[in-house]
């Protein structure tokens, strides 16, 4: 299982990359979730503009076995929505941190990247 050292991740097992260039994050689901879920079917996701808060729900994913919400590691606007996953939800499955990122977001408060869990810490806690 893949934790990439510069992520941040939380504990409902979201990760999020942030850009201090452009003070924007892209925002998936960890290789740990994925297998836990299995297959992929349907993600639903907000719309570009949408307004997101840490900790809050911000869409469902849905697999084979069960539909588990999706919660946002930090707050801000959606800046862009990976609409490849309409129609390849399975992106999410064979590319958890590169094709099958989810949305983007230009983030509100950067200083909540510091309260995200590092790799390290983030492979402790589902160990």
């Known amino acids: 299982m893949k934790f990439p050292q ?8 979201e990760w999020v990359a942030f850009d201090a ?3 924007a994050g892209t925002v998936g689901i960890t290789d740990y979730a994925q297998g836990e879920l299995g297959d992929i079917v ?3 996701l907000p719309a ?4 997101i808060e840490a900790h809050k729900a911000f ?8 539909v588990s919400e999706l919660f946002a590691p930090v707050t801000g606007e959606v800046v862009a929505v990976n609409g490849e996953l309409e129609s390849n939800p ?3 499955n064979s590319e958890p941190y590169a094709g099958g990122w ?11 990247i ?14």
Do not use: C, N, W
């Open 59 to 66: 869409g469902t994913i849905e697999a084979v076995k069960a």
């Open 114 to 127: 510091a309260s995200l869990l590092s790799a390290a810490e983030y492979e402790k806690h589902v160990s």
């Open 48 to 51: 570009k503009g949408a307004r």
């Open 102 to 112: 989810m949305i983007k977001i230009r983030l509100e408060k950067p200083d909540e």
């Open 90 to 92: 399975q992106l999410v």
């Open 42 to 44: 349907f993600v639903e």
């Open 6 to 13: 510069e992520l941040r991740y939380t504990k409902e097992h």
């Open 21 to 23: 260039k452009s003070g």
